[in-house]
């Protein structure tokens, strides 16, 4: 940034909601009804982050390892899953409920309650004993909506990872250690969703399950660590907003012998945005034991047979793209007393990697020549309306980190000026170049 200018980081999360509201980043569900709380739907730009936050966790954790296959599960398992993974027992938060105003309040969470609207004179809700509720959403299969009929929307997308592990393995021909890998939706009934996407009922989680020998449990366990941390940097995210911190023993999960959260500082404190876990043995030996298959291995040259521990990574997507854009919201004070709103979201992730921008509307024919060809490989915006410099900050509010004006001169001279979103420099750089430009600084970087 230049020494004349000031910058602001995100202080109020209001700030980023706004902006990803008006901009169709991410707007609430069903929003003409009044929206439904805890579900948000992600529009073309969001869409777009997402997606390529996704391909580059499946590129660095799945395509560039011999050593991880991939899957695509369904959403909903044999309800037995969820009986042998501790779910139907043991996945709860404890609640309370306002006698007075009827609302639901998670215990641990009651400093967000609030005064008791229905209660005058008196601020204070009329609690009740706190009680287990469990966050599964439940469905029925068939035409029946009898006990029998109940399955769950999965509430975390490793189990079918753990049932579908002795089978994949076999296709794949894989030899302990190896991983196996999935992204997509998991379904949580929160009590309390808040913090706009942070905490949702539906969202998406990136999981690993990584099986090695018991004895080799710590080495694995430090390596992903690393190599998720270090992703992390690599897509962006300061050093500064991001921490690891170890589980206390009595915050372990019930199936967890160690823990580490990978943390970023939001608006609204430290939270979670990943937990690197090693699970033991539990989720294959209940399986085995649920459906009374052995999904142990032998070791081929010293026929020890072993139940595989498993190492997790397991990261929300949802969550992830939520800290990119609280990293990359920030608000510059220009000279001449102008501010400029800019998502300074790392190149390759950005939902727009280049806008094409021709000075006047009678030099669409060439602009949209460029447009078509640089949009075969990235998603490239057009936009010919209205005042440049309104353009250039519309990009700079959506994160294009690009903006490639199309002007008098690009006719004779084969050129086109390129204007970079966080110095906001601009460089001539001729048309048969422009290619190589941004596969340098988008896909290269
Ligand atoms: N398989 C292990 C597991 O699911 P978790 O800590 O419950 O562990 C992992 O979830 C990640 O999933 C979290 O770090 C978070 O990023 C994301 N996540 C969990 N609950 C979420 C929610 N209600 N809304 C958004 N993301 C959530």
């Known amino acids: 940034m230049a020494a004349d200018r000031s910058e602001q980081p995100l202080e109020r999360m209001e700030d980023l909601v706004s902006l990803c509201v008006r901009r169709g980043y991410i707007f609430p569900s069903s929003e003409i009804y009044g929206g439904i709380n805890g579900f948000w739907d992600y529009g073309p730009l969001g869409v777009e982050l997402k997606n390529n936050l996704k391909s580059r966790w499946w590129q660095r954790v799945v395509r560039e390892r011999d050593d991880v296959e991939g899957l695509d599960s369904s959403i909903i398992s044999h309800p037995r899953t969820w009986e042998a993974s501790g779910h139907v027992d043991h996945f709860s938060d404890p609640m309370v409920d306002c006698r007075a105003c009827k609302r639901r309040f998670r215990a641990d969470q009651l400093e967000d309650a609030g005064p008791c609207p229905s209660r005058e004179g008196s601020a204070e809700h009329d609690f009740t004993e706190p009680r287990h509720f469990n966050l599964m959403l ?47 939706k998991a379904f949580r009934n929160e009590i309390n969703p808040r913090n706009f996407t942070f905490r949702s009922r539906e969202f998406e989680q990136a999981e690993l399950e990584y099986f090695c020998h018991p004895s080799e449990r710590e080495k694995w366990f430090a390596h992903w660590l690393d190599e998720r941390v ?52 539990w989720d294959l030996s209940r399986h085995g034991e649920y459906a009374g298959k052995d999904l142990g291995v032998t070791d081929p040259e010293t026929k020890e047979h072993f139940v595989p521990v498993v190492v997790e990574t397991s990261v929300g997507i949802d969550r992830t793209c939520l800290a990119l854009l609280c990293d990359a919201y920030a608000v510059e004070s220009l000279e001449g007393g102008e501010t400029r709103t800019v998502l300074r979201l790392h190149p390759a992730l950005a939902p727009v990697s280049a806008a094409i ?72 750089v001729a048309l048969d170049a422009v290619s190589s430009y941004l596969r340098e600084r988008v896909e290269d970087a």
Not at 243 to 265: C, G, M, N, S, W
Not at 376 to 401: C, H, K, S
């Open 138 to 184: 439940k469905t029925w299969i068939g035409a029946s909506e009898d006990a029998a009929a109940v399955a769950y929307l999965r509430a975390e997308t490793c189990q079918p990872i753990f049932t579908g592990f002795k089978r994949i393995r076999e296709v794949a021909r894989q030899k302990i250690p190896f991983g196996i890998a999935q992204i997509g």
């Open 230 to 281: 270090r992703f992390h940097r690599e897509i962006g995210i300061a050093e500064r907003s991001l921490r690891t911190r170890p589980h206390e023993p009595d915050e372990l999960a019930h199936y967890a012998k160690q823990a580490v959260d990978i943390e970023f500082r939001f608006p609204f404190g430290w939270q979670e945005i990943e937990g690197v876990h090693d699970r033991g043995d």
């Open 357 to 428: 921008l021709p000075l006047s509307k009678k030099l669409a024919e060439p602009a949209r020549a460029l447009h078509r060809e640089l949009q075969r490989r990235w998603n490239v915006f057009y936009d010919d309306a209205g005042n440049i410099g309104r353009r250039y900050r519309r990009q700079d509010e959506a994160g294009t980190p690009f903006c490639i004006t199309y002007d008098f001169d690009s006719p004779q001279d084969d050129r086109v000026t390129v204007r970079e979103r966080d110095s906001m420099t601009q460089e001539r």
